[in-house]
T-cell receptor, first 110, second 115 residues
Framework: GESVGLHLPTLSVQEGDNSIINCAYS??????FIWYKQESGKGPQFIID?????DKRQGQRVTVLLNKTVKHLSLQIAATQPGDSAVYFC?????????FGAGTRLTVKP | DVKVTQSSRYLVKRTGEKVFLECVQD?????MFWYRQDPGLGLRLIYF???????EKGDIPEGYSVSREKKERFSLILESASTNQTSMYLC??????????????FGDGTRLSIL
């Protein structure tokens, strides 16, 4: 899940397994959500987004699930590869502000 | 692909110096943003701009100012650098949403150290 503390949550998976990264958001007025991937030494890279009128959206090897009832967002990565190792964080947006989570560090073991 | 370019990857400056961080985007985006990123914390918004000559304060504007003289360029200025401004600075841009929402696209960041 997401944390605003000093230590990022970590997830370690075996190459080829599926990964699930979670994010809890707090603003019930948020209607747009984004997942970003940030590799070491690089800026955040857009992965996938979802609007609040949807509960699931799929991209290439990635799926985002949105549960508005419990204010929960997840990113599923199929057949995780070493190149997927990075920090993943979610962002939520309402009419005014976009807020970012601190991220989860995904490590893929060969 | 959207390209957001930050002029420096690494900068080392001294306390009290005036520091300029430059950002250019090539996709004709209306919106531009400056964030700082510190270990274990989410991105924190410093300033943003929705149009040329326009600027708005974000969550942590103190000690910073910005300039947007051209649509493609958004500059962050540290008026008198202090050690607590040592951080990773990220610039982002996005389209003005038309009936929906648009993601922000980020540069690779400037890692600034204030000694």
């Amino acid at each position: 899940g997401e944390s605003v503390g000093l230590h990022l949550p970590t997830l370690s998976v075996q190459e080829g397994d599926n990964s699930i990264i979670n994010c809890a958001y707090s603003n019930s007025a948020s209607d747009y959500f984004i997942w970003y991937k940030q590799e070491s030494g690089k800026g955040p890279q857009f992965i996938i987004d979802i609007r609040s009128n949807m509960d699931k959206r799929q991209g290439q090897r990635v799926t985002v699930l949105l549960n508005k009832t419990v204010k929960h967002l997840s990113l599923q990565i199929a057949a995780t590869q070493p190149g997927d190792s990075a920090v993943y964080f979610c962002a939520e947006k309402d009419n005014n502000d976009m807020r970012f989570g601190a991220g989860t560090r995904l490590t893929v073991k060969p | 692909d959207v390209k957001v370019t930050q002029s420096s990857r690494y900068l080392v400056k001294r306390t009290g110096e005036k520091v300029f961080l430059e950002c250019v985007q090539d996709m004709d985006h209306e919106n531009m943003f400056w964030y700082r990123q510190d270990p274990g914390l989410g991105l924190r918004l410093i300033y943003f701009s929705y149009d040329v000559k326009m600027k708005e304060k974000g969550d942590i504007p103190e000690g910073y100012s910005v300039s947007r003289e051209k649509k493609e360029r958004f500059s962050l200025i540290l008026e008198s650098a202090s050690t607590n401004q040592t951080s990773m600075y990220l610039c982002a841009s996005s389209l003005k949403p038309t009936g929906g929402r648009q993601p922000q696209h980020f540069g690779d960041g400037t890692r600034l150290s204030i000694l």
